[in-house]
Each structure stands twice: as structure tokens, then as C-alpha cells.
């Protein structure tokens, strides 16, 4: 066949889509240019003739695909008749393949198979467990972006061990049961001139947290200091007290660069003056081991980012490629350096392996709660030592939609869906095995990527993307083998347009969704009301907000109506003003309703009825926005701003914007009175 029919066939065969439906039962068509440039991104020639054949042809189709992944009980795919199958499982032991509905063992194998006619087959088969348990009993948490929680003792932002404390308090005084933060993945640094992204979610790496968040005086050898080294390292605790300073009184953004370069010298003094002792020599030599070439890459990617800036796609032409001679004589001749990145995560796990159990030590069921990106910064080390598995000439985004009508580029290369199944899924099963470590949950942002993905080739529209498929089967099943094996559980952000069966196949395996009050409504009820607490999905976090949201002070004044206009991001203020008063009159009169209101009630008690009403809800987990607790109207970030708005340099601040500390918050009338409602409420009568 010619022209479109052919190539459509072709992007059928590959998972792309030439069809997308921005308005339910509107289909839309993919521009051609877009199909051919994610084929061409899929290693695909969209000229070619050759289109692939039906791959459960037992006779002349592959006799395995590279991936198999089977929930407990599945049988393996039909293969010719005569054809013997054996099983290595992860641990090296050679199994005979059970024939009937036996069981087979959880975890990653490989399976080897032999047919009559001689083809031969080997392909990575990993079993996974059918479903999560649900949470330990219903809970409710703190939501909190770590950096914008800042102690006395912090240095100019929160850190880890503002973490543990955070964690130790909610738990100890008000039997909270999560704190979920930020991604605190490893940032790309900034360039000559320019300062770090301070976004969360456009990580260096995903596997490995950013040593900006350690506490130098909370590393074991800090004691240790004397003489010079002392003095050097007071001086910069000074220097940190003023940064401190200039957040908390002096109304002074939060300066990440400013905070690193303190810490950097100070941990160069400290590695310097401070051999480690035998035990802590082992433990950090056993780390190297563990983590392997992931964590070298990583280390090797930082030292040579410090030499030709963090681009790596700018660097002499023989460094691109991690595995290039060039780069070899490169890691011989940065050694120290690269140890020196790698101690740092060392340093990094260790504190935050502290926070966990600090979190769970305050009878916490589930403790930390962290936060996945859905991808990683183009410049930076993944992207780098992962450059095979991600799709070139293409980032990740999102269609048009309601909230955003010209669609959204993230800027994020994302993962081909054709590598990660010849490689076993393991740069997703590492990634999510060093993200759960340490934590016992962990929330995926934009859930709906295990099934599809808005692809947009470099230089287009990001309206003019389009879907590509990922085998969510695969997808879903490593994300519960390595949930279940941390005894994690797993939180969904599924906001957006989510595609039919999506939310319905996470529930099925016990994936918790999200769900936000001012979008949970009765969509096929005339007007729409809001949904009825009892008529709320018990798998999901249900909450107030998000990172990406007003805090719920400033929705009920709309203040983030008038932001906007002040931002010039609306096209519309009074009607979104018009609207934002009546939809707040219509929350406040249902909760009046359900008897949540006192009468005379003032912001900080609506705030309080709105978490009461999720209690109402049968949500296994409730997630109080820190922010919420304390009165701050101000957003950390406002989608569709960059310069404009201090988009994730906010510190936590009172009623009246003033940036309050962990200390204070702790001892805040307003947080205990708020926390300890929703607790009640959460215990029934």
C-alpha cells in the first residue's frame, strides 16, 4: 500500500498514534511530519517497505520477545509444539519449568528456549506479584517540598535532617502516617553565567539524591575537625547562618547555588582533613559495590561536567560516549574527583536512610513518601550514560487540554519503549530499587507514562506530539516487584487526560491514584456538584492541592486569579474570577451542609472543614499540604512561568507571607489545631 494507509500501518506496529482524541469522541489526526519524526526517533525508517509481521506467528515470528513479564499464575506465550523451555532465575539456579498453574518464583530470570526446527531463543522473563497490598490502615500525611522547610540550623534551605525532624514531630505529636516530599533527585548544575534549574522534576539523575540536601555538621567525621580545617569550616557555618538569615527576615529567595557552594567547600575541607575510620572505609567501599557502574557513570559525568560544563552533548566529541576510550583515560585522570562525587552519595544515602528511620521510629506504618520525575534533564548524567535507551530528537510533554489549551514540552527525552524491553527493563528496575531504599512509598509523576507518552519532535508545536505506547503490563509489573520487595506503596499521579482503563487497570493492581477535592465532582449529574465523600475511590491520596496548585488559602480568596492576571497568563481574569468565587460559595455551602462548618467560621477553620471532608472520604491516605497547615497563599510554582515567578525558591511561610521555620511550625497553634482535626476525624467517633 502507498502514502498514509502504509505508513500508518507501520506506526501501528510500533505503538505510535496517527489518531488522538483531545476531546473525547474528537479524534484528531497526527500530522504526518510528527508520525515520521517519532518513527525516525524509534530507530524506524518511515520509507521503508518492510512493516512488521504478526508476532504470535509461532512459525516464522521470533520465537520470544526480548522481554517476558507474567503475573503469579500467567502461563507463558504459546511457542510451537516441541519446544523445551528452561529456567534460570535471578540467583544463577536452573529450575525445571512448571506445566501447569504452579507458581513461579518472584523476581528477575531468564528463559531459555529451544525449538523443534532449531531456532533458539533466550529472552529476560521476570514474574511479578498480581497486586499491592493496600496501605497499613488509613493514614493521613504532610505533602512538603523539602527545600522550602528551613530550620535554625539549616543552611539557607531545608535539608535532610530538617526531614528526619519534620518526620519525628508529625509522627511523635501528631500520629501522622507519611510525609511525602519532593523529588530530590541530583540537579544539573548551572552553566558559566547561569544558576541551577531549580526545578524538582528536571533532574541530572534520577537514582541518586542531590548532596545539596546533606547537613555537613550531621556527618560523622564534622567532629573530627581541628586547626585550620576547623576555621575554615566555622567560617562558612557563618556564612550559611546569614544565607539563613536573608531567607527567614530578610525576604530573600532561596538561593540553591549559593547554598552548594558553601557546602562544596566545606565538604572538600572535611574529605580532606578527615580520613574516614576502618568501618566507615567498608561501609563506603560495600556502597561502591552495590551501586556499580550507575553510580560511576554518575560520579564520572559530575568530575567532567566540572571540567566542560554540564552539556555533555557540548563536550570534545570523544566524551559523549561513556563507554569511549577517551572516556576511559578521562575517569584515570579525574579519579580523585570522581571519588570524591561518589563519597557525596554516599554521604547523601546515609542521611536519608537516617530520615527513614527517624520517620518510622515516630510510628509512622509508612514513613517517607518520594517522588518520581517522569524523566530527566537532557544535559545531564542519565541522559549521558543512558543515551541507547532515550529517544533522540523528541521530548516528552502533553497534549492540549482543558487547563493548558496549547499542549506542554517538558523538555524531557524519554525512554524508548524498544530498548527498555531489550535490556530487561533494567534501568527501570535499578531506578526504582535506589528510589525505594530508603522510603516507604513512592509517588510516580504522571502515572499515565507507563501506558503512553506525548511525544514532541524537536522544533515542533507541542500540540503537534503524539502517543507512543509502552507496555504498561511491563511497566506496572516492575513497579510492584520492586514495591513489593521494598513493602512500598505505590501513589499515582493520574491528573490530566488520563485514557480510558487507566485508572481502572492501577486500582486492579492495587496503584493508588490521586484525587483533588476541587476536581472531584458528579460529572454525569446536571451541574456537576461535588461528589459526595462516601462516592470517593478509597485507592488513592486524596488532597487539597499540589505543588502545581494554588494553596488552599489563596483558592478561597482566588488570589491565584489575580496572580495570574499579574502575570500576565490569563486571557480572561474576571470571568476566571467569577468562576473561582462561585465555585468556592458552592464548597463552602456543601461542607455548611454536612454540618464541617462552625458557625462564624474563619479561613483557618474552612481550611480545616475542607481535610475534614476528605476524612469523610474512604481514602486510604489523606496528604495535608504543608503550606495548608500554616496559612501561605503563595504557590511554589506556577506552571507556565519561568523568570516571572520564583517558581521553587519559596520558603514556608505564615498568614501574613512572613517565611516561618521548622521550630516555629511545630509549635504553631494554627498547624496543631489543624492536624489534630483532621486526626479526629480520620478516627471516627
Not at 525576604?251 to 567547600?265: E, F, N, P, S
Not at 544515602?349 to 515516630?362: E, M, S, V
Not at 506525548?454 to 510492584?480: F, H, K, R
Not at 476566571?576 to 483557618?604: K, Q, S
Request: aromatic share 6%.
Amino acid at each position: 500500500m502507498e502514502g498514509p494507509t502504509r505508513l500508518s500501518r507501520l506506526a501501528a506496529a510500533h505503538g505510535v498514534a496517527t489518531v488522538h482524541e483531545p476531546v473525547p469522541g474528537r479524534p484528531t489526526e497526527v500530522p504526518r511530519e510528527t508520525v515520521a519524526a517519532v518513527l525516525v526517533a524509534l530507530g524506524v525508517d518511515p520509507e521503508a517497505d518492510e512493516i512488521p509481521g504478526d508476532p504470535d506467528d509461532l512459525d516464522h515470528g521470533p520465537l520470544l520477545p526480548p522481554t517476558l513479564v507474567l503475573r503469579d499464575g500467567d502461563q507463558p506465550p504459546p511457542l510451537p509444539p516441541g519446544t523445551t523451555l528452561r529456567l534460570h532465575t535471578e540467583d544463577g539456579v536452573a529450575v525445571p519449568l512448571p506445566t501447569g498453574p504452579a507458581p513461579l518464583p518472584l523476581g528477575y530470570h531468564t528463559l531459555h528456549a529451544t525449538a523443534p526446527d532449531g531456532r533458539t531463543a533466550e529472552a529476560t522473563l521476570i514474574v511479578v506479584p498480581p497486586r499491592l497490598p493496600a496501605p497499613p490502615g488509613r493514614a493521613f500525611g504532610l505533602l512538603v517540598q523539602l527545600y522550602s522547610v528551613l530550620s535554625e540550623r539549616s543552611w539557607g534551605m531545608g535539608d535532610l535532617v530538617d526531614l528526619g525532624d519534620l518526620a519525628s514531630w508529625a509522627g511523635h505529636a501528631h500520629g501522622a502516617g507519611f510525609v511525602q516530599v519532593n523529588p530530590l533527585h541530583a540537579a544539573v548544575p548551572g552553566g558559566p553565567g547561569q544558576p541551577t534549574d531549580p526545578s524538582p522534576y528536571r533532574p541530572a539523575t534520577r537514582r541518586y539524591p542531590d548532596p545539596v540536601h546533606l547537613r555537613i555538621e550531621d556527618i560523622p567525621e564534622y567532629a573530627y575537625l581541628d586547626g585550620d580545617a576547623r576555621h575554615h569550616t566555622d567560617r562558612l557555618l557563618a556564612r550559611a547562618a546569614e544565607l539563613r538569615a536573608d531567607v527567614l527576615h530578610r525576604g530573600a529567595h532561596i538561593d540553591r547555588d549559593a547554598v552548594w557552594d558553601l557546602k562544596r567547600q566545606a565538604l572538600e575541607t572535611l574529605r580532606a582533613a578527615v580520613p574516614l575510620g576502618p568501618g566507615r572505609r567498608a561501609a563506603y567501599c560495600a556502597f561502591l559495590a552495590a551501586e556499580g557502574e550507575a553510580l560511576e557513570d554518575h560520579a564520572t559525568w559530575c568530575a567532567l561536567a566540572e571540567v566542560h560544563g554540564p552539556d555533555w552533548r557540548g563536550w570534545p566529541a570523544g566524551l559523549r560516549d561513556p563507554r569511549s576510550p577517551a572516556t576511559a583515560r578521562a575517569r584515570a585522570e579525574h579519579l580523585e574527583r570522581i571519588d570524591f562525587h561518589s563519597w557525596l552519595a554516599w554521604l547523601t544515602d546515609t542521611q536519608l536512610a537516617r530520615a527513614q528511620r527517624a520517620a518510622r521510629a515516630a510510628g509512622m506504618p509508612i514513613g517517607l513518601v518520594h517522588d518520581l520525575a517522569l524523566g530527566v534533564h537532557p544535559h545531564g548524567s542519565d541522559a549521558w550514560a543512558q543515551a541507547p535507551i532515550l529517544a533522540a530528537g523528541v521530548s516528552a510533554g502533553a497534549p492540549p487540554d482543558a487547563f493548558n489549551t496549547r499542549g506542554q514540552d517538558w523538555g524531557l527525552p524519554p525512554w524508548r519503549p524498544d530498548r527498555l524491553a531489550e535490556h530487561g527493563y533494567e534501568p527501570y528496575r535499578q531506578l526504582l530499587a535506589g528510589v525505594l531504599r530508603h522510603a516507604g512509598g513512592v509517588r510516580i509523576d504522571h502515572v499515565m507514562s507507563q501506558f503512553r507518552l506525548w511525544w514532541i519532535p524537536e522544533g515542533a508545536d507541542p500540540a503537534d506530539g503524539t502517543y507512543v505506547s509502552y507496555d504498561a503490563n511491563a511497566m506496572l509489573g516492575v513497579l510492584a516487584l520492586e514495591a513489593h520487595r521494598a513493602g512500598a506503596v505505590v501513589i499515582g499521579e493520574d491528573l490530566g487526560t488520563v485514557a480510558p482503563g487507566v485508572r481502572e487497570e492501577l486500582a486492579a493492581r492495587g496503584i493508588a491514584g490521586t484525587s483533588v477535592l476541587w476536581f472531584e465532582r458528579d460529572w454525569s449529574a446536571p451541574g456537576a456538584p461535588p461528589l459526595p465523600p462516601e462516592a470517593w475511590r478509597a485507592d488513592c491520596l486524596a488532597t487539597l492541592t499540589t505543588h502545581d496548585l494554588p494553596p488552599t488559602a489563596a483558592r478561597l480568596a482566588a488570589d491565584h486569579v489575580r496572580l495570574r492576571e499579574l502575570l500576565d497568563i490569563t486571557d480572561d481574569a474576571e470571568g476566571e474570577l467569577r468562576d473561582a468565587h462561585a465555585e468556592n460559595a458552592e464548597w463552602l455551602a456543601y461542607f455548611d451542609r454536612l454540618g464541617l462548618l462552625p458557625p462564624d467560621a474563619g479561613e483557618p477553620e474552612v481550611i480545616a472543614a475542607a481535610y475534614r471532608f476528605l476524612a469523610r472520604t474512604p481514602a486510604r491516605m489523606v496528604g495535608v499540604w504543608l503550606p495548608d497547615a500554616t496559612g501561605d497563599r503563595r504557590p511554589q510554582n506556577v506552571p507556565g512561568t519561568w523568570r516571572e515567578y520564583p517558581n521553587w525558591r519559596l520558603p514556608i511561610a505564615d498568614a501574613d507571607g512572613r517565611p516561618t521555620t521548622l521550630e516555629a511550625l511545630a509549635a504553631s497553634p494554627r498547624v496543631a489545631a489543624l492536624l489534630d482535626a483532621l486526626g479526629a476525624e480520620m478516627a471516627g467517633p
